[in-house]
């Protein structure tokens, strides 16, 4: 088992449409990081979280500890959100992150 | 754009050469990191310098090797190319190199061995 899992894999969605993507972890965190890649291939960091919630625009981030989760919402979502986005967790115990396996989202206007 | 200067921006060679991939990092951050990024996979990670020293290596080829420089940019060579190795080369970098930090990604190198 991954020790990141995303959900789902793939989300196709309208235009103005509230989106979740999901991502859970089974080891000690001292952060995870939510990443956005865009078709052309640059990746963006979009928050970087070790409790609560962080907002940034149409974006934001939440994280459960107890529960080993996060997820990721994009309120009134537009076709240029299309990107895949990436969770990852830094483990406490070293300087690595373990990276999921990204969730691809389109948005159809 | 994230500061960090990746060039070059593609690189098309044959399989049983070496290429260098050169990664400047942001201003004021002292560690780097390599990824590759196969066809429709995800993000691997490779090795991460410190200041100049190596602090983590993940899975990286005995025929791959980096290295970070004074000036605190960093090089990745790759040798002896074979065709699996055409991916997304990406550098990264974050002040402290500590696993809580932000990270800032470059714009990656295509590399294609043909």
């Known amino acids: 088992k991954n020790e990141v899992e995303q959900s789902p894999q793939n989300l196709t969605a309208q235009e103005g449409e509230f989106i979740t993507i999901n991502c859970s972890y089974s080891?000690?965190?001292?952060?995870l990081h939510w990443l956005q890649q865009h078709p052309g291939g640059g990746i963006v960091s979009l928050f970087m979280?070790?409790?609560?919630?962080k907002k940034h625009g149409r974006l934001i981030a939440t994280i459960n500890i107890q529960e080993k989760h996060s997820s990721l919402h994009i309120t009134a979502s537009h076709p240029r959100d299309s990107a895949v986005y990436i969770c990852a967790v830094s483990k406490d115990s070293n300087y690595q992150l373990i990276w999921g396996a990204g969730t691809k989202l389109i948005i159809k206007p | 754009d994230s500061g960090v200067t990746q060039t070059p921006k593609h690189l098309i060679t044959a399989t049983g050469q070496r290429v260098t991939l050169r990664c400047s990092p942001r201003s004021g951050d002292l560690s780097v990191y390599w990824y590759q990024q196969s066809l429709d996979q995800g993000l691997q990670f490779l090795i991460q310098?410190?200041?100049?020293?190596?602090?983590a290596k993940g899975n990286i080829l005995e025929r791959f090797s980096a290295q970070q420089f004074p000036d605190l940019h960093s090089e990745l060579n790759l040798s002896s190319l074979e065709l699996g190795d055409s991916a997304l080369y990406f550098c990264a970098s974050s002040v402290g190199g500590a696993s809580n930090e932000k990270l800032f990604f470059g714009s990656g190198t295509q590399l294609s061995v043909l």
């Open positions: 979280l070790s409790s609560g919630k």
């Open positions: 310098y410190y200041n100049g020293e190596e602090r």
């Open positions: 080891v000690g965190i001292s952060a």
